[in-house]
Each structure stands twice: as C-alpha cells, then as structure tokens.
C-alpha cells in the first residue's frame, strides 16, 4: 500500500443527506474520543439543509456524495487513513470508541471487521431487535459475512484490492462489500467497541415492517444473490416524513410499544415509592434520635 506522507490511521467516511438534526451528535462524539488521530470525511448528495456547513464547522472535508455506495467511494478515494471507517450520520460512539477499535484491530491484526451496536431507545422492543441483528451478524461470520455499512471497518489496501462498494446495487452494497472482502481476509467482529444507532428507520417504515423487508433482502441475496432491481422500497434522507401506520403489523407494533411504556412506567413509580417509604424511614430514624438526644439535653439534673 502506497500510503502518504501526510497519512492519519483512521479515515472516518459518512455519507450523507440532509443530516443537519443528527450529524452535530456524530461529530460531537468524534470531538470527544480519547484518539484523536483522525481525519472525518463528509460525502454529501446535494443537502439543501445546513449539512455540509456544519461538517466543515467541525473540520471536516466535504467531498461530493450521492446514494451511500457512491458517497462511501467518493469519500474513500480521498482518504489517508490506513484503516477506513465507514459510519452512517446517525450513530453516536462512546468517547473510547476509537482507541479501542484501532487497538483491537492492530492488535489482532485484522483488515475486515464490525462491532456490535445498541440502539438509541430505551424501549424493550428495540433491544431486542437489536440483539437479534447482532446475533445474525455473529452467526452469518463465517457462512455468508455481513455487516451494516454504517459500522465497516476495512484497511485501505483491502477496500482499494476488492475495487470499493459496487455502486450498481440497488440494495445490500454494504454486505456485498463485505462478502467480497472477506474471500482475503475474514471479517471478525470486535469485542472490545460498541457503538449506538438511532432508530429512526425503525420508527419510520415501522419495526415489523422494516423486518419484513429485511427478510425479502436476505431471501434475495440466499436465492437470487446481490439485488439489482427494485425489490422493496428504500429511501436515503426523507426521514421527517409522516409514516402511514395503518397496516396490521404497524397496530400490533403500536399496542406492544403502548404496553412496553405502560409497564416501564409502572417500574419507575413502584421504585420511586420504595425510594420515597426509604426516605421516610430514614427521616422517622433521625428525628427519633434527635428527640432522644434533645430529651437528655433537657432533662433535669
């Protein structure tokens, strides 16, 4: 690998669209890493919000973008970095994320790799399904390697050998990538780094709907292989849009998050209660010392 003078170990790369809401989190958390050699790469596809002056607020280079294939490449192509870091623009990392990463990924010697992620809720069912997409991704490792493209970790000299996201896909290029890439070198996931997503596409298309989707994709690469026609629809942006939430999966989605709140609620006053019976025996305690010790003060000698 021809590598600059001028290199950095991580390039970060974000594709992105209209991210002004989100984008600030993303570099807010790169801000406060304990690493600090890096350099963020913005791909932007014609954001006509305040992305682009935002991430060059921030420092970054804004390079043009286009669908996160495109975006990915273009930013890629500019990068110094020994090791790419693709991120999406809705993701928050834990200020160590960096220095783990990289430790873990010289250490072990690794050219492939991903982490797990957590969601940004606090609701039991996008834990859950979050659990399960980590465990997808554990157990396809070695039978048919994915990864979500907003948590890639690749060398430069292996992303650069593969030829780069294949911009021709209309879905799953990040898994494409990775499937490609793991035939030199094996995707590992990293044990040491986790970051957080967001659940706005959750949230959007729905959770059950969303997994439907995701199904028709996997059923699509195990049959038909990668996807080059429009097998479900998909959007890049466009996430403030109301969301139609009239079908089945979308009710039965609705009354499980009503019960879900319904229950975390009646947890949080149940231990407020035991906190408040806690305080109010304390209280009783003190104020009977209190008395005691006053009744000895002035009791007649």
């Known amino acids: 690998m021809n590598t600059p003078a001028n290199a950095t170990p991580i390039s970060i790369i974000i594709p992105t669209l209209n991210e002004e809401a989100y984008l600030p989190i993303l570099l807010d958390s790169l801000k406060a890493q304990t690493f600090r050699d890096f350099e963020i790469i913005v791909a932007d596809a014609n954001s006509t919000d305040r992305t682009c002056e935002i991430a060059r607020d921030y420092g970054a280079r804004v390079v043009q973008g286009g669908m996160p294939a495109v975006g990915r490449n273009n930013g890629a192509r500019e990068a110094r970095g020994e090791f790419l870091f693709f991120f999406d623009a809705d993701v928050r990392l834990p200020p160590d ?65 593969v030829g780069g996201f294949d911009e021709s896909l209309l879905l799953a290029e990040d898994h494409d990538l990775v499937q490609r890439a793991s035939a030199f070198r094996s995707l590992e996931v990293l044990k040491d780094a986790t970051l957080h997503v967001s659940v706005r596409r959750l949230e959007k298309e729905g959770r059950f709907a969303l997994v439907q989707k995701y199904m028709q994709v996997e059923a699509h690469l195990v049959l038909k292989g990668a996807i080059r026609e429009d097998i479900v629809d998909y959007d890049f942006g466009n996430f403030d849009e109301p969301k139609d939430q009239s079908s089945l999966l979308d009710r039965i989605e609705s009354t499980i998050i009503e019960l879900d709140r319904k229950l975390e609620k009646s947890r949080k006053a149940r231990e407020e209660k035991s906190g408040n019976d806690d305080f109010l025996e304390k209280w009783k305690g003190g104020f009977k010392t209190m008395m005691t010790s006053l009744a000895e003060l002035t009791k007649p000698k």
């Open 97 to 161: 994320f960096l220095e783990r990463a990289l430790a873990e990924l010289d250490e072990r010697f690794i050219d492939l790799a991903t982490c797990e992620f957590l969601p940004d809720s606090e609701l039991k069912l996008d834990q859950i399904l979050f659990r399960l997409a980590n465990l997808t991704v554990k157990l396809y490792q070695s039978i048919s390697p994915r990864a979500a493209g907003f948590c890639i970790f690749i060398t430069r000299r292996l992303f650069r050998r």
